[in-house]
């Protein structure tokens, strides 16, 4: 296994373990047992409620300089740059963008699962919570896609109430 991919393992894990603290804490419903996936299969899965749940994660950052960032890789000074003027005057469209692109991109995707959530961790210093909120109201879910519910984890720790974003 490669550097890159025990990251996204990790990051998978991590982000699957703080939606379901988030939710049992929520709607005091027992989530336990978290296991990674083979290709194929939404990457993680655990039980709820005694049922098996599979979970596809994202994560959903500004643009790919703020994920380098995020991950902590080095920057050149331009890159630097670039974000320290994204965090002054970020674009008033950018989240619906980036957060459309991102579920365009999952709900092309196929997964052997019968029953699947995706969960959407903001990895971005750049929105908060009530930006969210403003978008949700807004934001077309693609069609079709095999999710059953979709879901975002606004802050990056996992402390606020998750968001659902999507129920079939």
């Known amino acids: ?40 299969k939404p990457d993680v899965s655990c039980y709820m409620d005694g049922e098996r749940l599979d979970i596809e994660i994202a994560h959903l950052y500004a643009n790919e300089h703020e ?3 995020v991950l902590g890789r080095v920057l050149n000074l331009d890159i630097q740059r670039q974000l320290a003027q994204l965090a002054l005057n970020p674009p008033s469209g950018q989240l619906a963008f980036a957060l459309n692109r991102l579920l365009q991109a999952k709900a092309s995707k196929q ?18 919570r009530e930006d969210f909120l403003a978008v949700m109201r807004s934001l077309p879910v693609p069609t079709p896609h095999q999710f059953e519910q979709i879901w975002l984890l606004s802050d990056w720790h996992g402390e606020e109430q998750p968001l659902q974003l999507y129920k079939d």
């Open 67 to 69: 994920a380098m960032a």
């Open 111 to 128: 997964y052997d699962s019968k029953r699947v959530w995706l969960l959407i961790r903001n990895a971005s210093t750049l929105w908060q």
């Open 1 to 40: 296994m490669t550097d890159s991919e025990a990251e996204k393992l990790q990051l998978e894990h991590q982000a699957a373990r703080l939606f379901l603290r988030a939710y049992e804490r929520t709607y005091h419903t027992p989530m336990r047992h978290i296991w990674h996936n083979e290709p194929a």
